[in-house]
């Protein structure tokens, strides 16, 4: 089947971390060896991102760096990521904890995923994160996408994680 010129275009989402932290320390200055082994490098993800033709199927998944942004750190999980088979297994970026580790502090750091239907249609989104070397208050992000209805005779649950939170340190309010 050809490409189609007037299909509706995907909708990329990515999801991600707000601010990259460096591991725990102990007072010594060493990182947790266990912690740190137990943290999960960034990921960001692009499955939650949708094709309006209802298929989930997507032809082709990309991960590139904006102008602004030359990290080698960043370039080489990009290359990695964009080298893998699938589309799908693309849907995922991962950072090594060592690629993590190496970014400089910085308030703009961005990654872009373009997703490419099965019909040939592509879109892009534009992910924006931080890389602070000390840990800040945990951030809240709504999953999914920027509006969403809820019924309030159902009640609104909420749950938070403090996730990566160094031994010792509390979330401030």
């Known amino acids: ?9 995907p909708k990329p989402r990515v999801t991600g971390p707000a601010i990259i932290t460096q591991p725990c320390e102990t007072a ?3 990182s947790l060896g266990l912690g740190a082994a137990l943290a999960l490098p960034p990921t960001f993800d692009a499955s939650t991102s949708t094709d309006p033709s209802g298929r989930a199927e997507w032809q082709d998944v990309r991960w590139a760096l904006p102008p602004s942004v030359t990290d080698s750190s960043l370039q080489a999980a990009v290359a990695r990521t964009n080298g893998l088979a699938t589309a799908r297994d693309r849907l995922r970026l991962s950072l090594t904890a060592a690629e993590a580790t190496s970014l400089a502090d910085s308030n703009s750091y961005a990654l872009t995923v373009t997703v490419t239907s099965w019909l040939g249609a592509s ?9 602070a070397s000390t840990a800040s208050k945990p951030s809240l992000t709504v999953a999914g996408s920027t509006q969403q209805s809820f019924k ?6 909420a749950s938070a994680d403090a996730g990566a939170v160094c031994k010792g340190a509390l979330p401030t309010s």
């Open 123 to 131: 879109a892009s989104a534009t992910f924006l994160f931080a890389k």
């Open 1 to 9: 089947m050809a490409g189609c010129a007037s299909c509706e275009l």
């Open 152 to 157: 309030i005779s159902g009640g609104i649950k």
């Open 28 to 30: 010594g200055g060493a």
